[in-house]
Every structure is written in structure tokens, then in C-alpha cells.
């Protein structure tokens, strides 16, 4: 039987996990899927890696030991894993690898045998002894060169991580050495050897050019008295291994290498090499020092070193739990169904390229393509049959006498038409998904429900089942809808596993004869193969409708509860450094940022803002009457003229900045309708979105809608202009006012 492995990275057992740590572990999940579904036994291991000295610290920071640190951060990953479908009970990983475990030391040592006993390609002993002098990054547990640091502002401070933007550690002791740079000729005929080693080509290529450069000999060890969680190096207690050394290898230790009980419950015989699935972040330890450390010890290559992209924020920063600008799992679990969340991931962002993530991005997938899509072409399809055909699927024959019938209604009589684009889609589907274009991939599949929308549209089956003379016109278009919806259920399955299962129940196949979509290859679909006579299941809604409006509000809400709660635990200095704290700190940063932008699509357009002036305060003065020409005021007003402009309270629910418009806010804001409005200002110049969170203002609810930079504005807040420039002052009131309150 084939065999198949692949791996996420383990993820540092420091901090909580967030959405880059879901990411990947989604990609190489739907990996897994489709290679299980093509019959091929599949390995899927994820994990993490718990030693170092920044699991050390932050362990400290809690109050715990290490072991403590790593097994409460594994409970995170392990719930994070249950409530996303990712662990082996639904289908997803077969081992959640943990570096602390005894089997993991027995195998690393022996590897670290085996490479301290091999000569390099240079006949020079692979690992020596020698003194290491320099500068580490606790956080990416990394040893950095001049060129990967900030030198300090102040003399005398040591320089800061590129990345975290921490300070580093200055490292002067005594270290075992792998002596890396005797590899550079094998790594490079490696790469040229196996061109698809490396992907994307383009990350290849980055690798090559920086083994080139020059390759120094590489720390393996510390001193036990600097890092003492870590496996000891055999032979020298006195030193325990360079966390990465011993990382990397767990994804030989997992399966059984140095460790006969593993080797028979895995099989590194059977399943190795791997597929690793890396974030580019850490490309360079995958597709350098370890096709390295496995030459020294002996080992064959992995498979191949697949990496992808990063989510960034929106200032193009990588999330990260240092930088605490990540996206909260708990927010994303409570709002969004788990299938749209992995959906969207390999949707949105374009493999090995980095993403903008938000939530309101997210939310227009979601409504688009799957409540509007999928979502939709399965309902519309399934209510027809159980209106049509009494629930049960048809039969997709037209005969010879109806066939005019048929062509006359414009419905194409050659099935071949639909099930060679749908074939013909599919092949393509799954090319793209093999070579991990994950977004390329299901726009093709998206292609299918747009042909069938089409096709249904076009028949209009609510005519056709008008006239009896058509009803067999109406079985064959609804015959090939289902049978499409088959299909989709079977491509979509690795990367959606419910929904595409609901809609297979749905289609009346849950417990028939046929193979689950978990168990079929969808290369190997046949048209034709969903059998008429089947009676459909209960046709429920797959992806309702997310309410843009009501979601951002609630899900800013939330942040912004969560940063109040923040402060107050940090002035108790509860758990300072602990992973709760972290937590509590990356929503206050979020909020505090404005990370996620925000906006309300479900209201009616209405609109005022400027692009180049501040947001002029309200065209017509208010008090004007009670105090003619004190201001410069040049004619009067009538009474009726002031009430047709209908002023309200207003609180502001959600505010951000618009990409390139400077000077212009999108706020939501509840003025007591149902739906909050849709309001721009121009007041990006003077106001932080965050300053205006919760802030009442005053609005005129009736001008008419504009649009702005593709946003209509659905009102206009007021605002003093004060001075030349005109800087805009927000008016706003100081008691209690109830939301929608009319200002007369
Ligand atoms: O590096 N976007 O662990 P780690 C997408 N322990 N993916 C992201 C991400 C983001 N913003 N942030 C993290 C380590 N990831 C080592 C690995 S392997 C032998 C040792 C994902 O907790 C991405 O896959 O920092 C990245 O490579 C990985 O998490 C790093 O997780």
C-alpha cells in the first residue's frame, strides 16, 4: 500500500495558539484528507516543541516549570484542534507530537550519536567542540548575524530581533558546533537534484542563493547552566541540544527512528520521507540545517519542504504572538463556522504569498461564495427535488419522444455537455490542489457551482414543472444538478469536511452503499454514478448568512471587553507573562490598533464625506437663531428648514481607517434602527479609529446616500471646524442618551 507523511511545523510550547498555527495546520489537514481519500495511508503529525530558553522563561513568568509551561499551553493546542476538527477523532492528525516525550529524547540522542560519529562531505568530524561568541533571539530561537539585527539606539543596550523587535541575549560560552559549512556543495546538488525539493520555486530559489552565500557553522548545544530544559547532549551532561537540533528530528522520532516501540506503532520505515508544511519564517532550518543534520546522521531526505505565506496585519507585520497582533481562535470559533474558516484560508490567502486577514474579509467570502454559492446550489437544488419529485433523486434519462420537448424548453439534450465541463473541472482541480495552488484550485470548483447555477437558472425547472409534457426535461436538469452537488462533494471534501458530508447526507447518500466522500477518490468519479429512486434527506441551510453589521459590532465589543478586562488584570499583575496575559494583551492590542478594519454592508446607502477637506461640520448652523450674527452668520433660516433635517444620537460601533484614503474614517453607528448605519468622515487627519469606539455623536440620518471610494456613507456626523485648517471637533454629549434620541 502507498504510504504518505506530512507534518506542520511543532509550534513553540511558549505561548497560545492563534490563527497561524490554525493555517497550517488546515493546509496540511486538507492535505492529508485528499491523500486518505485517494486511498493512500496517510501519517499526519503536528505537535510541539517545548524546549529552549524561551519556553524556559516563559514558564518562569508564570510561576510554573517548564513541563507545566508546555503541558498548559498543549491543552490549548489540544483544544484548539478538537474544536476546529483537526484531531484524530475527526479525521485529522494521527500523532500531536510533543518533544518532551521520553521516546523523542531516546531518538534524538541516538541521531545525535550518529552525526557526532560522521565525517562531512569534507572528511571533517560533523561536530565539534569550540566556543560560541554572539548574539540570540530567545524568540526565534535563532543565532543572528549582523545583518538580522537593529543595532542599538542607546550604547551599550544589546540590538534588537528584526522580527520580534525584542532584545537579544549576548552569548560568549563554551558549544558544540555542526560543522554546516562543509555541507553547502551537497545541499546545492540536493536542490539541483530534486527541483521540486523546494516550494514554491521561488522560495527554492531564496534557498539556493542564501546557501551561496556562505555557510557558517551552526551551535547545537548550550550550556547546561544557561538552558537547562533541553535534552542533554549523550555523552556531555554538562550540555543540553540547541532547541532547533532537537525540534527538527521529532519528525523522525515520532514515527519510530531510535525508539522500537514507536517504529511499530508509526513506522519510520513505512512512512518516511515526510512532506513538511513550514510557515517561510522557518524555511531555512527545514530546507538548510536539516537536509544537513539528515546527511550527517545518515537519514534520507524528507519528501519535500513545502512553505507558505504569513498573515499579516494591516500594516503588513507578521502575526505573531510576540508582536501580540494575532487573530483570537476563540473569536473566530464563536462567530464562524469551521468549514467557512478553512474555506477562506485556502481561498483567500494565495499559497506561499502572505495574506491581509479580516474578519470582514471572512465574512464576504463566506456570504459570497459559500451562503450565496454552495450553500445556495445545494438548498435550491435539494428543495426542487423534494418539491418536484417527491424527494426523490430522478432520473436523468430524456426519452427519444421527449427530446424536442426538451430542446424546445432550451435545455441542452446532450448530458455531455455539462458532465465534460464538470470532468474537465475537476481535472484541473485537482492539478492545481496537487501543486498546492489551494486558491486557484477552488476558484476551478467554483466554476462548477456557477456552470449549475447557470444551468438551473437557464431551465427554470418552477416553468418546467409546470407542464407535465416536461416533466421528464425537469428530472434530467435536477438529475445533473445533484449529481454535480456528488461530485462537489467528493473534490470539496478534504477542505470542508462537514458541510460537504451535511450536503451528502442531504443528497440521501449518508447511508447508502456509496463510499463516503472521505473515502473516495475524487479522481475517480464517474458521472452518472448517483443512483435515481434514492430518496433525498431533510434539506437544512449549510451556511447561513452572516449579518456583516450585527458580526463586526459584536465581535468589537468583545475586543473591546477583553482590552478593559486586560488593563484590570494587568494592574493586579495577575499572571504576568503567562499565556493568559499574553492573550489579554494581544486583544488590547488589537483593539488599541484598530487591527480589524470594520464595516456594515447590510444597510441601506445614504452618505456624506469629503476626501479633501475635513468633514465639514454641519452645513447649517443650529443655534443660528438664538444668536444672529454673533458668528457671522448671513442669513437666517426658517423653522421648517431646520426640521427637515432629521439630526440623532448616535453611538459609533465600529471605526477604521480606509485603505489609501487618508482622510477618511468608516464608522458604523447605531442611531436606534435595526441595522447600525454606514457612515464616512473625513477625519482620519485628527482622530484614531479607536478614540471613537463607543463615542455618542451627533448624525443627520436623512441626507442622501453617497458613495465614496466604493463605501456609501448613509449619513453625516457633525463636528466644530476649528481654525484655518478647519480641524474638525466631534460633537458629542456629556449625559446619558439613549441611541436614536431625535436632536431638535
Ligand atoms: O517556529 N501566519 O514555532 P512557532 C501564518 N517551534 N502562519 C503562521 C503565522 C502567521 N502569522 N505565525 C505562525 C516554531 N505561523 C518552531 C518550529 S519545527 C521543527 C519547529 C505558523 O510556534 C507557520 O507555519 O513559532 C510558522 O512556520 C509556524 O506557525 C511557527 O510556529
Known amino acids: 500500500m502507498k504510504t504518505f507523511y506530512v507534518t506542520t511545523p511543532i509550534f513553540y510550547a511558549n505561548t497560545l495558539p492563534h490563527l497561524g498555527h490554525l493555517y497550517v495546520m488546515i493546509v496540511a489537514d486538507a492535505i492529508a484528507r485528499q491523500k486518505r481519500q485517494q486511498g493512500i495511508e496517510t501519517f499526519f503529525l503536528t505537535g510541539t516543541d517545548e524546549h529552549g530558553i524561551n519556553i524556559e522563561r516563559a514558564a518562569k513568568l508564570a510561576g510554573r516549570t517548564p513541563k507545566e509551561q508546555a503541558d498548559y499551553v498543549v491543552s490549548y493546542f489540544k483544544k484548539m484542534t478538537a474544536e476546529f476538527g483537526l484531531d484524530a477523532e475527526h479525521g485529522g492528525f494521527d500523532i500531536f507530537m510533543r518533544t518532551s516525550e521520553p521516546f523523542h529524547y531516546q531518538g534524538v540522542s541516538e541521531f545525535w550519536r550518529r552525526a557526532a560519529a560522521a565525517k562531512t562531505p569534507k572528511g571533517n568530524d560533523a561536530i565539534y567542540k569550540g566556543h560560541y561568541e554572539g548574539w540570540f533571539c530567545a524568540a526565534c530561537a535563532e543565532y543572528k548575524t549582523e545583518d538580522e539585527y537593529a543595532k542599538p539606539k542607546v550604547e551599550g543596550e544589546p540590538p534588537t530581533c528584526l522580527i520580534h523587535e525584542t532584545l537579544l541575549d549576548r552569548i560568549s560560552e563554551e558549544s558544540y558546533f555542526f560543522r554546516l559549512s562543509d555541507y553547502a556543495e551537497s545541499l546545492l546538488s540536493l536542490y539541483e537534484s530534486r527541483a521540486d525539493f523546494v ?60 525508539n522500537e516501540e514507536r517504529e511499530r506503532m508509526a513506522g519510520f520505515e513505512k512512512f518516511w520521507p515526510a512532506l513538511h508544511i513550514v510557515g517561510k519564517d522557518i524555511l531555512r532550518f527545514h530546507a538548510v540545517f536539516w537536509p544537513a543534520f539528515l546527511m550527517a546522521a545518515g537519514v534520507d531526505q524528507p519528501r519535500g519542504i513545502v512553505a507558505h505565506g504569513m498573515w499579516v496585519d494591516p500594516s503588513g507585520r507578521k502575526m505573531s504572538k510576540t508582536l501580540g497582533n494575532t487573530v483570537e481562535l476563540d473569536v473566530l470559533n464563536r462567530h464562524f463556522p469551521i468549514d467557512a474558516i478553512r474555506y477562506f484560508c485556502l481561498r483567500d490567502m494565495v499559497f506561499g504569498h502572505d495574506g491581509k486577514f479580516s474578519y470582514e474579509a471572512l465574512i464576504d467570502r463566506t456570504n459570497s461564495d459559500l451562503a450565496s454559492g454552495l450553500g445556495n446550489l445545494s438548498s435550491r437544488t435539494l428543495t426542487m427535488i423534494s418539491r418536484y419529485c417527491d424527494g426523490i433523486v430522478p432520473s436523468p434519462v430524456i426519452s427519444e419522444d421527449k427530446l424536442l420537448l426538451a430542446k424546445r424548453s432550451g435545455v441542452d439534450t446532450d448530458e455531455t455537455t455539462i458532465s465534460g465541463f464538470i470532468e474537465l473541472a475537476r481535472d484541473q482541480f485537482l492539478q492545481q490542489f496537487e501543486s498546492l495552488a489551494f486558491s486557484r484550485s477552488l476558484e476551478i470548483a467554483w466554476s462548477i457551482v456557477a456552470r449549475i447555477d447557470k444551468m438551473i437558472s437557464d431551465a427554470k425547472p418552477w416553468e418546467l414543472a409546470k407542464d407535465e409534457n416536461q416533466k421528464q426535461t425537469l428530472s434530467a436538469v435536477l438529475y445533473r444538478a445533484a449529481e454535480s452537488l456528488r461530485w462537489l462533494c467528493v473534490m470539496l471534501y478534504p477542505i470542508m469536511p462537514t458541510a460537504t458530508l451535511e450536503i451528502w447526507s442531504q443528497l440521501g447518500q449518508g447511508d447508502s452503499d456509496s463510499p463516503s466522500p472521505a473515502k473516495s477518490d475524487p479522481a475517480k468519479l464517474k458521472w452518472g454514478e448517483l443512483s435515481p429512486g434514492k430518496a433525498i434527506g431533510e434539506v437544512r441551510p449549510l451556511f447561513p448568512r452572516i449579518d456583516k453589521g450585527k458580526t463586526m459590532a459584536e465581535i468589537n465589543g468583545e475586543k473591546q471587553e477583553q482590552a478593559a478586562g486586560a488593563g484590570g488584570r494587568s494592574e493586579r499583575k495577575t499572571e504576568a507573562g503567562s499565556p493568559h496575559s499574553q492573550h489579554a494583551v494581544n486583544a488590547q492590542h488589537e483593539s488599541g490598533q484598530g487591527v480589524h478594519a470594520t464595516e456594515a454592508d447590510a444597510v441601506p446607502a445614504s452618505a456624506n464625506a469629503s476626501e479633501t477637506k475635513p468633514a465639514p461640520p454641519m452645513q447649517h448652523a443650529t443655534e443660528a437663531d438664538a444668536v444672529p450674527g454673533a458668528i457671522g452668520v448671513t442669513s437666517f433660516i426658517d423653522i421648517t428648514d431646520f426640521t427637515k433635517v432629521d439630526l440623532r444620537v448616535g453611538e459609533v460601533l465600529t471605526a477604521e481607517r480606509i485603505p489609501k484614503a487618508d482622510k477618511l474614517l468608516l464608522l458604523t453607528v447605531d442611531i436606534g434602527e435595526e441595522k447600525p448605519r454606514q457612515i464616512l468622515a473625513g477625519i482620519a487627519q485628527y482622530y484614531e479609529p479607536e478614540q471613537l469606539l463607543r463615542r455618542k455623536i451627533a448624525v443627520v440620518a436623512n441626507l442622501k446616500p453617497r458613495k465614496l471610494r466604493g463605501y456609501e456613507s448613509q449619513g453625516m456626523l457633525l463636528a466644530a471646524s476649528v481654525g484655518d485648517e478647519g480641524k474638525p471637533v466631534i460633537a458629542t454629549f456629556t449625559e446619558e442618551v439613549p441611541n436614536g434620541a431625535k436632536l431638535k
Open 199 to 258: 516550494r514554491p520555486e521561488s522560495r527554492n530559489n531564496e534557498v539556493t542563493s542564501f546557501v551561496r552565500g556562505g555557510l557558517q557553522d551552526l551551535a547545537v548545544s548550550r550550556l547546561r547552566t544557561a538552558v537547562s530544559w533541553g535534552v542533554p547532549v549523550p555523552n556531555d551532561p554538562a550540555h543540553t541540544m540547541y532547541v532547533w537540533f532537537d525540534a527538527l528530528i521529532n519528525y523522525i522520532t515520532a514515527i519510530g527512528f531510535g
